[in-house]
């Protein structure tokens, strides 16, 4: 692993800075380790010799103000990219080159950072291991045969994997928290709300947040700080007022009340999850946190009701991929059979699955049961968060039910690949912050991640619980680069 | 069939059927832009050249609404005397079609803007109010071509996202006559508040018309079809007609009516069922996740109301009230916002000395013939309203005779040209000196001594000659009246 | 409750994705087995809650009526499978 890899974001940032390294230099090297990487399957689409061009520019005339100066970055595949391919992991979108850029990668571009390619992803953010992406499936660096977790599995794989310093995925129902704990990362899903949605491919509207994915939790801040602003494009994008996450960045958590739910402790849960959390709680309290135990009695209905909202929504989101203005088209007699066979051909089996849960519960004599029902139980789960936040700051729950699984374990049994998300979730549903982070491994050594969800607009309390743990837990990942011949 | 005037009744067998109609508007909101995007509403535009990626549902894009169409919404509310809704929610109404470009049309379901209304029609036999159910607004689609490539549909996008409101009345509706008037009545509010240009031709006003049938006097309503997009009121009442009578037939066969909807072909003048699309007809409504819920102030629509013109109702009333005019002229001369304006003004530029009544009679009369004869509207009239004023004025001054006006008003058409000038420089003044007009009487009387007897002898119609024979000698100059004096006085 | 083939066919009509035999019956046992853990909400009762659409508590910004787009008919049909410069292109509509 060459020196400049290794490098967190922040260090990469200061030698550039310090004019300790060139743009090029580092762009260069995490180009190189990329193209040793074909592997992984981290990336759809890469851009290497644009990005060591624009490199080369921004050494001509560095502008060394920026947050991002000249720092190479792959994003998911989710994020449209003027003139680059978007596909979105998807056969429907595999020709389709946006005119246009997303605003949070915008806001990346105009701090300073290159574009190093586009990152596989779950078929419209659709999955829990990337394994339902056209592009294929995406390796974790931790180990061959094992996914990265989804639907940021390139994303998590490419941190993990040192092929970009940062990224930043997307987070529906846990699709950068669960890749994260997966591949041992950092991983932020802001509050709905601050992240414009603009120029994202869109998969669950009330859900979808991007954020960032790093290698620690002082990068990640940093990030956050970018990606996060108001913007007049998204009707849902918050005005509020936005925190500079690195410079307030603070391991003093003391006095902070971190809340333990009864109700994550769910039956069947793995010894080694239940001990991870244990050791959390220790961690939170050597910081010097106050540890309460809360009640969030609606939590085993987040799952269920995540499958009527975010299917639903989807159905209606994807129904614009028709074969008409953009993508994938197949031949048809008459519009309405082209329409079938485009969708049939150009979607895999779990987006199909998820349009057609979507269609169902949403079609006439069935939204009161069910679409009608979930919003109603999506209040309840908020109300439980609202409740719990009336007591605690933040609250510390495990990432996930388990660690990576391999790849084809669970590729055939939609409901037991859905459970992955059972903590994530309900974060989504309330629209709060929470953040994954690295916290231990399992018996093979995988790593195991620890979410802290925060109160609405309260990024900087869960970065701050997360940086100040994350010192205690002093997190090793275990990587062996054995993709790299 | 049709009883009297005012009833539709339909006769079978000595059933006699009552037709109840509900429209539903969809009416193109005036404004810049269109609802959910920056792009332009411009009519008549190339294709395709007034879309936004939001128009044409590029992935990302997200829709961020038109101030300014709510606030039309919102007026269009208040014009049709209806609950303004605080709290309103747009949904997505699903459904895939070539000029869909999002799969789904983003309109109200559940929450409109507005709710329940009224609206008065002036119907020859008295006033009628029509209930308006709701009005909610919603994006149009673009356009599907199918004549312009024998293989290919082709899809303009110019009107996809264009804001419309549809406005829903109740089935209070009782014949194509009142369907007619009740259209011309929106039509007429919105075009006053400046909400919708009432353009059926370019499609800024189309209707959904709701038909069903049942016996008289009965309570229940029959099963009603919908006979989608008809665009000119002719048409609907065509189309009104065709519906009734088959839905009676159906009835009289005793056949059941299949509620569905149907399609109106102006060529066979017919309604066909569009049964094909009856199986895709599940919209799967919910409330879009990409818009938040619209909220309203109170303050806010306070602004809009202080706003709001003087209707068509209240001003046909301060018109019958103010210049006396007859409350069938005043419906006409408030119908359109623009006729009405152009009274006014007339009113105001005859000055002092007016006669109101004769101002009415040119405007309806000669005014209109003109118009429609060259297919004008009265805001592109030939003739403005300062020299029609001038022109009724020379009438009641007694410079002109009504029929040299008639001359004067046919030389005024091209170019606008004013009246008084047209009388000076071809000396149409009307003779009003009795000494003139005497000796001019005189000489008639002379010349025609036989006939000035005969009157004497009892022959009275002769009188008409006489005048007859003082307009021609006088070149039509002679003061009417006064040669009817004089005639009196000297025959 | 089940899902069975007609319903499978009808959605599959509704969100425009054709089927195959196979393929509907594979997604009927799916859509079954997801349903029986969907079902679990109905332990709920949620007579007296209101629905929850959207987390963000705030309300719809206006934005003001101004034409800011430019004719950009090349960018907009670029991207389409079929086109003849000035149109979208599709198959015939069938009524």
């Not at chain 3, 960018?75 to 000035?86: A, V, W």
């Amino acid at each position: 692993m060459s020196d400049i890899t290794n490098q967190s974001l922040t260090s990469l940032v200061n030698n550039i800075k310090n004019k300790k390294l060139s743009s090029e230099e580092v762009t260069q090297a995490f180009v190189d380790r990329s193209e040793k990487s074909k592997e992984l399957n981290a990336y759809i689409t890469e851009d290497f010799s644009n990005a060591i061009n624009k490199a080369k520019k921004f050494d001509q005339n560095p502008n060394l103000d920026l947050k991002l100066p000249g720092i190479p970055m792959a994003v998911k595949d989710l994020f449209c990219t003027e003139n680059i391919r978007t596909t979105a992991g998807s056969k429907i979108l595999k020709n389709f080159i946006p005119t246009y850029e997303s605003t949070v990668t915008q806001n990346i571009w105009n701090e300073g950072a290159i574009l190093l390619g586009k990152l596989n992803c779950d078929e419209f953010a659709m999955g829990s291991s990337n394994e339902t992406s056209f592009y294929g499936n995406v390796q974790n660096p931790i180990d061959n045969g094992l996914v990265p977790g989804g639907s940021s599995g390139g994303s998590a794989a490419a941190v993990s994997g040192r092929l970009t310093p940062i990224t930043i995925g997307t987070d529906t129902g846990g699709s950068i928290r669960q890749p994260a704990s997966f591949t041992g990362t950092v991983g932020l899903k802001p509050t709905y709300g601050s992240c414009s949605r603009y120029g994202i491919v869109a998969f669950a509207s009330s859900l979808d947040q991007a954020g960032p994915m790093a290698q620690n939790v002082e990068d990640c801040a940093l990030l956050q700080e970018v990606i996060s602003t108001y913007d007049k494009k998204d009707s849902t994008s918050i005005d509020f007022k936005r925190n500079d996450h690195s410079k307030e960045l603070t391991k003093n958590i003391k006095g902070k009340k971190i809340g333990i739910p009864k109700e994550y402790r769910v039956e069947g849960m793995p010894k080694e999850i239940e001990d991870l959390w244990q050791k959390g709680i220790q961690y939170a309290k050597e910081c010097g946190a106050e540890i309460i135990d809360i009640s969030l009695p609606n939590t085993t209905y987040a799952l269920p009701t995540y499958y009527i909202v975010a299917p639903a929504e989807a159905s209606s989101n994807l129904a614009r991929y028709d074969g008409v203005k953009y993508g994938f088209r197949a031949k048809g007699e008459n519009l309405i059979d082209m329409y079938e066979k485009t969708r049939s051909e150009g979607f895999g089996a779990e987006v199909q699955r998820r349009i057609m849960i979507g269609t169902y519960v949403l079609s006439s004599g069935y939204y009161d049961a069910y679409y009608l029902k979930a919003q109603k139980v999506r209040k309840l789960i908020k109300n439980d968060f609202d409740e719990a936040y009336k007591k605690v700051d933040a609250i510390l729950t495990p990432s996930t039910p388990s660690s990576a699984f391999k790849i084809g374990e669970k590729k055939d049994d939609p409901v037991s690949m859905y459970l992955n998300d059972i903590f994530t979730v309900p974060v989504n549903l309330a629209g709060l912050p929470a953040i994954s982070i690295p916290a231990g491994h399992d018996a093979s050594g995988y790593p195991l991640g620890l979410q802290i969800i925060g109160k609405a607009f309260k990024e900087q309390e869960i970065l701050n619980v997360a940086y100040a743990m994350e010192d205690k837990i002093n997190f090793k990942n275990k990587i062996t680069d054995w993709w790299i011949k | 069939m049709t009883k009297d005037k005012s009833e539709y009744l339909i006769e079978r067998h000595n059933n006699v059927y009552e037709v109840v109609i509900g429209l539903e508007v969809h009416a193109q909101v005036t404004s810049n832009s269109k609802l959910f995007s920056s792009s332009s509403t411009k009519f008549g535009a190339e294709p395709n050249t007034q879309v936004s990626l939001v128009d044409a549902a590029f992935p990302g894009m997200l829709p961020v609404i038109n101030e300014f169409c709510v606030k039309q919404a919102i007026k269009t509310g208040i014009g049709l005397k209806a609950k303004i809704n605080k709290r309103s929610v747009f949904d997505r109404k699903n459904y895939f079609y070539a000029d869909l470009p999002q799969g789904y049309q983003i309109s109200q379901f559940k929450y409109p803007i507005v709710g329940e209304g009224t609206v008065i029609l002036d119907m020859p036999e008295g006033q009628k109010e029509v209930g308006i159910e709701r009005l909610h607004l919603e994006q149009d689609a673009g356009k599907s071509i199918h004549d312009m490539d024998p293989q290919n549909t082709l899809v303009d996008l110019n009107r996809s996202g264009v804001a419309l409101m549809e406005i829903v009345s109740k089935p209070d509706l009782r014949t194509p006559d009142e369907v007619s008037a009740y259209i011309k009545k929106l039509r007429s509010i919105m075009r006053y508040l400046g909400t919708c240009d009432g353009n059926m031709q370019e499609g800024s006003l189309r209707a959904d018309v709701n038909i069903s049938v049942r016996l008289k006097d009965s309570k229940e309503l029959g099963t009603r079809c919908e006979i989608k997009n008809v665009n000119s009121i002719k048409f609907m009442q065509m189309a009104i007609d065709y519906e009734a009578n088959r839905q009676v037939d159906l009835i009289e066969e005793g056949k059941s009516i299949d509620q569905e909807t149907r399609l109106f072909d102006t060529k066979k003048n017919e309604t066909r069922s569009m049964r094909s699309k009856e199986d895709a007809h599940d919209y799967r409504y919910f409330p879009d996740p990409d818009l938040l819920p619209l909220e309203v102030t109170d303050e806010f629509i306070n602004e809009l109301k202080a706003d709001i013109p003087e209707l068509p109702d209240d001003k046909k009333k301060r018109f019958i009230d103010e210049f006396k005019v007859s409350p069938y002229e005043a419906t006409i001369l408030v119908s359109d916002i623009e006729t009405a304006k152009y009274f006014e003004e007339v009113v105001a530029k005859m000055g002092k000395n007016q006669d109101i009544k004769l101002a009415v009679n040119w405007i309806t009369g000669e005014l209109f013939a003109v118009l429609n004869n060259k297919n004008l509207e009265i805001s592109q009239s030939p003739i403005s309203a300062k020299n029609l004023a001038k022109l009724v004025n020379l009438i009641k001054n007694g410079t002109i005779s009504g029929k040299i006006a008639k001359t004067i008003f046919e030389l005024m058409i091209d170019g606008d040209k004013d009246p008084q000038t047209i009388v000076e420089e071809k000396g149409l003044k009307q003779e009003s000196d009795p000494k003139a007009l005497e000796a001019l009487i005189d000489k008639i009387i002379d010349d025609n001594r036989e006939k000035a007897i005969e009157y004497k002898n009892g022959k009275e119609k002769l009188f008409g000659f006489f005048v007859g024979q003082a307009m021609k000698v006088s070149g039509g100059k002679a003061n009417p009246q006064l040669i009817n004096e004089i005639l009196k006085k000297k025959l | 409750m089940s899902i069975d083939l007609k319903t499978i066919k009808h959605i599959s009509k509704l969100s425009r994705i054709s089927l195959d035999e196979q393929k509907a019956e594979k997604l009927a046992s799916d859509l079954n087995s997801i349903f029986e853990f969907i079902e679990k909400l109905n332990e709920l009762n949620t007579d007296k809650v209101e629905p929850l659409t959207s987390v963000a508590e705030t309300t719809l910004k206006f934005r003001s009526d101004e034409v800011k787009s430019e004719n950009i008919r090349e960018q907009i049909i670029k991207n389409s499978p079929e086109n003849n410069e000035d149109f979208f292109v599709v198959p015939k509509v069938v009524e």
